[in-house]
């Protein structure tokens, strides 16, 4: 239990938070599995899935049993010495991604950030192409390869030399790409610009068009990364292989850590070109390895391939007078409103289901990978009924 009361959170985090945040009258104070507490006791399945960062489900045990005994042992050990968990966590997470090296940070836009400059600094180039409506991240250089005004506009003038072109189109890829390109940045699944799946073809072509003319095919994985779309990462469905891949979010089975891995095409990289002082951190470093290790033992991506390919088809018989589209990969599943979304989201937080949005009109679920198939029929029910309830334009 908090030792403050559910007034004083609410008070102070209004108070002396940033204020950048819509937020929900909710405050959490528990996880488990796939299921959150508030502090009333009320138990809430979790759709949102800590934006991504929560496929292992909440304190799964062998994370938590990781960072309590790293917490003992060594907190802090920046990357001018050897540690021991860092090396074992590179070891896995090389072999894993099929890429030689890593570059280990703090969230998905430092990997986005660390892609785009590697990107520069391998080919000498300055030109990046990314895709529309794709998200990278909110720092310079990854809101520079984020498509949305909304998140551009207030910071302009951004990093010069990006481009954005039509996703899922290789002529307009065919058009951008050229010998000045240092990069093109592309997801497997947009997530935040609608969970909206590329065609195998498309990354395939893209990836080819990157290597004839000299340019870096960054993959970002931040959010499809760790078996949410059904394999480890999600550009394995297509058999890509990506010189740059920006991962974080569910890396560490929850707690903040970021990584880029590096693939043969990059070379070497001359020191002190790039750093971080907690990039590598042991605390860190020793939750992944545990959280890899449960992916990998529990056999979660195909539990994601299989509930996700459940899920898409029970979604299916959703009334189809309030849904445009349902769509996704994996646990990545997005229901395409002919309505906004919001007023659905608050009715399936009063059912007991938490879920996100995609844009406006996207009603966008990330469940933890370890829910159960009854945890999800429940969620969908309430899916059903709150769409069944919604007046036809919201
Ligand atoms: C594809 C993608 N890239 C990058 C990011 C940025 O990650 P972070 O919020 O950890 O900086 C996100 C976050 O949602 C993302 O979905």
Redesign the pocket.
Request: hydrophobic content about 20%; cysteine-free.
């Given at each position: 239990m908090t030792d403050i009361t559910r007034q004083d959170t609410r008070q102070l985090e209004d108070a002396h938070a940033s204020g950048v945040y819509v937020k929900r009258p909710l405050t959490i104070v528990r996880g488990e599995g796939a299921l959150l507490f508030d502090d009333a006791g009320n138990q809430y399945i979790d759709l949102v899935g800590g934006?991504?960062?929560a496929n292992l489900g909440h304190c799964h045990p062998a994370v938590v049993a990781a960072i309590r005994e790293q917490a003992g042992t060594l907190l802090n050990c920046t990357e001018i010495f050897y540690n021991d968990k860092r090396a074992l966590l590179l070891d896995k997470l090389t072999a894993l991604a099929g890429m030689p090296r890593a570059f280990l940070c703090?969230?998905?836009?430092?990997?986005?950030e660390t892609a785009l400059k590697f990107a520069r600094l391998a080919t000498g180039r300055k030109e990046i192409v990314a895709t529309m409506p794709?998200?990278?991240?909110?720092?310079m250089g990854?809101l520079s390869a984020?498509w949305d005004p909304k998140y551009r506009e207030p910071f302009e003038p951004l990093v010069p030399a990006y481009r954005h072109i039509a996703y899922n189109d290789l002529a307009a890829a065919d058009a951008a790409i050229t010998d000045q390109t240092a990069a093109v940045i592309v997801?497997v699944v947009?997530?935040?610009g609608g969970v909206r799946p590329a065609d195998g073809d498309y990354l395939r072509g893209l990836q080819a068009l990157c290597n004839a003319r000299g340019a870096m095919f960054v993959v970002?994985?931040?959010?499809?990364g760790f078996g949410r779309t059904g394999k480890f990462f999600a550009h394995q469905h297509y058999s890509l292989t990506p010189d740059l891949m920006?991962v974080?979010?569910s890396i560490a089975g929850g707690i903040?850590m970021?990584a880029c891995l590096i693939g043969e095409r990059i070379g070497t990289l001359p020191p002190m070109t790039h750093g971080a002082t907690f990039g590598g951190n042991p605390l860190a470093c020793a939750a992944a390895i545990a959280a890899i290790d449960a992916l990998v033992n529990e056999d979660l991506p195909a539990r994601a391939a299989a509930l996700g390919g459940w899920l898409l088809e029970r979604l299916a018989d959703l009334p189809t007078d309030k849904v445009r589209e349902v769509r996704g990969l994996g646990l990545m599943v997005g229901i395409e409103l002919r309505s906004k979304v919001s007023p659905v989201l608050r009715a399936l937080q009063d059912r007991g289901v938490l879920a996100l949005p995609a844009g406006l009109t996207v009603l966008r679920l990330l469940p933890p990978l370890v829910i159960s198939q009854a945890q999800l029929e429940t969620a969908a029910q309430a899916i059903e009924a709150v769409l069944a309830e919604i007046p036809e334009t919201v």
């Open positions: 934006q991504g960062s703090n969230s998905g836009a430092e990997a986005v794709g998200f990278h991240g909110r720092t990854a984020t997801e947009q997530g935040e970002d994985e931040v959010q499809t920006p974080a979010k903040p970021g």
